[in-house]
């Protein structure tokens, strides 16, 4: 089984900033783009950031020049370092890893369950 996991969300001011970090752990035999999505109140999933094992990412509009993913060396963990947040970043990220499970399994997308942010203003 694969999990993906997020972690990091909180309460925080409008201006303030937090690091949200996902980690992808279980019976992984190649992992390749990972991304972070959000859904705010009333409103669909939209991505906020994803990043390719060469480190290229693509960020969503309303965030960029403002949030930044990373990934470590290990490749299985991604951050999302957010800095001057607003109320409208209020909502639950999600955390998407694609993962071949085994040599002989397809690639798949796994989610996380999400970890909330709230933006007061």
């Known amino acids: 089984q694969v999990h993906v996991v997020e972690s990091g969300g909180g309460l925080v001011q409008a201006g303030g900033s937090l690091r949200l970090s996902c980690e992808a752990s279980g019976t992984i035999y190649r992992i390749s783009g990972m991304g972070w999505f959000r859904q705010g109140p009333g409103k669909e999933r939209e991505l906020v950031a994803s990043i390719n094992k060469s480190g290229e990412t693509n960020y969503g509009d309303v965030v960029k020049g403002r949030f930044a993913i990373s990934r470590d060396s290990l490749q299985n963990i991604v951050h999302l370092d957010m800095q001057n947040l607003s109320p409208e970043d209020t909502g639950l990220y999600y955390c998407?890893?694609?993962?071949?499970?085994?040599?002989?399994?397809?690639?798949?997308?796994?989610w996380g369950h999400g970890t909330q942010v709230n933006v007061s203003s």
């Open positions: 998407k890893a694609a993962v071949k499970p085994g040599i002989y399994r397809d690639w798949q997308d796994y």
